[in-house]
């Protein structure tokens, strides 16, 4: 499998994960652009100075300042070899700075009047963020007037509008599903789950697989450290990513009494005992075989398939995220966009260049470089799934309706770190619900503010 996968990876969207929660709001060296000393990102350029005709039919030549984090420098200049061929006339700059200091330094280089054609952020909140400032220029018109086909990425286009409009196209996610092992669902008689079912079924599977006791206890589901803010995946599904919308608010408490639930009837280890590295280590655990399943995103299969490499034993498979009695089902994933700067002295070139990368052609060099794209197609999932033997079903990461995980709001992280300290309790049996709410709320209205 892919060895980008259980670092930062991104699967497909049906519509990394790199979640810079520390950066600027809003699920990762000397400037060519004229950046301040304090934005000095490694720069690496890429083309050459000769005039030739370019995709839109224009002999002038144009230079480009994109940036990016660190971590992303073997992909964009991969991308910024293959747009060149078709675009010679095209210089783009590479600008990288440490994935830690990305966003800091992004700010100082805005700040400072660095010329920044294009850029890349690790989540809608960032990139909401930045819009909030003034600093991202819309796409509609662009879209529109060069019939730029978007469908491949439509639902996390969608799910990434802010206010209606367009500012990003995406070019990676991440994608949700249960992972199961197959010789405890065969030890309790139950049969392997398939391609449709809901959380409360989930619930009933779990609680068939549980058996035993003391150090021979097999737990039906697995979970995480109370602080991960996995719980709140069965919120996802229902479309429930913002919580400081109190109705979503209401659907990720839910989401944690589920989880809670699942601990209390004994399906699931109390979270007590998952807290810390414990709950870290949930591919270790899951080794164990003492673990029907787990809902996990799509950098575990990875991370499975190498600790089996290594020796390790476990025969597992993957089965689609469950929905909620009601819901459609679909599953959910933390974005990564390209955005073209409100400053950009050429907007219309910069759109071109993140229209190579987030789309059809971009996608092909995303898939051979260990990254699984935005764009989807019959194609780019037949690619996929072929020669992957483990899991049996790889097609589950790629053939569900993918949507964001994260909303475009600029308030989000701030509003994330409050719930992550108070749901924790939470779980962890320490705070009823009505208490977490109260201080949640009480907390967002003092510590959440409002750009």
């Known amino acids: 499998m892919r060895k980008n996968f259980a670092a930062r990876l991104t699967a497909l969207t049906m519509g990394g994960i790199l979640m810079l929660s ?21 720069q690496a350029e890429s083309g050459t100075e000769a005039k030739a005709e370019s995709g839109g039919g224009s002999e002038e030549e ?23 061929q078709e675009h010679p006339n095209v210089t783009v700059n590479l600008n990288f700075v440490a994935s830690a200091d990305y966003e800091t330094k992004l700010i100082t280089a805005f700040s400072g009047g660095a010329e920044i054609d294009c850029f890349a952020v690790a989540s809608p909140p960032s990139l909401a963020a930045y819009v909030a400032k003034n600093q991202v220029y819309e796409l509609d018109d662009l879209i529109a007037a060069n019939n730029t086909d978007i469908t491949g990425a439509q639902a996390t286009i969608d799910a990434t509008k802010i206010d209606g409009k367009i500012y990003s196209l995406p070019y990676k996610t991440s994608s949700w599903f249960v992972v199961y092992n197959k010789d405890v669902f065969d030890a309790a008689g139950e049969p392997y789950p398939d391609g449709d079912w809901t959380w409360e079924e989930y619930a009933e599977v779990a609680a068939r697989l549980t058996s035993g006791e003391g150090a021979d206890k097999v737990y039906g589901s697995l979970n995480f450290q109370p602080t991960s803010m996995w719980w709140r995946v069965p919120a996802n599904t229902k479309g429930a990513i913002n919580p400081l919308e109190e109705e979503q608010l209401e ?12 601990s209390d009837n004994g399906y699931q280890p109390p979270y007590a005992d998952r807290a810390g590295e414990a709950g870290a280590d949930y591919t270790g655990a899951f080794l164990t075989g003492k673990y029907g399943m787990m809902y996990n995103g799509d950098w575990v299969i990875e991370m499975l398939n190498t600790a089996i490499a290594g020796g390790e034993q476990c025969n597992y498979d993957i089965a689609p995220i469950p929905h909620w009695e009601g819901e459609e089902p679909l599953t959910v994933g933390a974005p990564a966009t390209l955005q073209i700067a409100q400053s950009a002295k050429n907007p219309e070139a910069a759109f071109d260049f993140i229209s190579f990368c987030t789309g059809a052609q971009g996608a092909e060099i995303l898939l051979e470089n260990d990254y699984f794209p935005a764009w989807t197609s019959d194609e780019i999932i037949k690619e996929y799934c072929e020669g992957k033997t483990n899991p049996e079903h790889i097609e589950y990461v790629v053939n569900q309706t993918i949507t964001s995980q994260v909303p475009c709001d600029p308030n989000y992280n701030t509003a994330q770190n409050v719930i992550k300290e108070e749901v924790s309790l939470l779980l962890l049996g320490e705070q009823d619900r009505e208490t977490t709410k109260k201080v949640i709320t009480d907390r967002l209205a003092s510590e959440v503010i409002t750009q």
Do not use: M, Q
Request: hydrophobic content about 45%; overall charge negative.
């Open 22 to 42: 520390a950066l600027a709001g809003c699920g990762s060296s000397g400037s060519g652009g004229g950046a301040s000393e304090a934005a000095a990102p490694a």
């Open 62 to 84: 144009v230079t480009l300042n994109f940036y990016a984090w660190l971590d992303e420098e073997g992909i964009f200049t991969k991308l910024v070899e293959a747009y060149k």
């Open 251 to 262: 659907a990720w408490l839910d989401a944690a009494e589920y989880c809670r639930k699942l």
